[in-house]
């Protein structure tokens, strides 16, 4: 789980993060996020909106942590949502976080509630 946060920190020095939950949507409808990162404990609403423009989009997502370690990675307050906008990093973080058993949501097909 660390390795997961300090590939997070490096993206962020090296630019390629947007951060909070209005820079997070405008880069996953400019088609810039790679990877979506959300922390467990965000709202509702805020989450409904972020994962479905990660869906539209077909940007895979990670729930993991809470907003406080999520900005602590970034040498930030706290974020609830972050976006990687560099396919290298974003594997990087992805395969970090399967060897950390942290289970990414790929989109693709959606399943509508019965």
């Known amino acids: 789980m660390k390795n ?5 920190g490096i993206a962020q020095r090296a630019g390629k993060v947007s951060s909070g939950t209005t820079a997070v949507q405008h ?4 088609r810039r996020a790679k990877l979506l990162l959300i922390s467990a404990d ?26 406080y ?11 609830v949502a972050l976006t990687i906008n560099d396919s290298g990093l ?16 790929t989109t693709g097909v959606v399943e509508w509630p019965k």
Request: some cysteine; glycine content about 4%.
């Open 4 to 8: 997961v946060y300090d590939l997070i």
């Open 42 to 67: 965000a709202a509702p609403n805020s989450r409904d909106s972020i994962m479905s423009l990660s869906r539209k989009h077909k940007v895979p997502c990670i729930t993991m942590g809470d907003r």
């Open 27 to 30: 880069s996953l409808s400019r």
């Open 90 to 105: 974003a594997d990087a973080i992805l395969k970090a976080a399967k060897s950390a058993d942290i289970e990414a949501n």
């Open 69 to 79: 370690d999520l900005g602590h990675s970034l040498g930030k307050s706290f974020r």
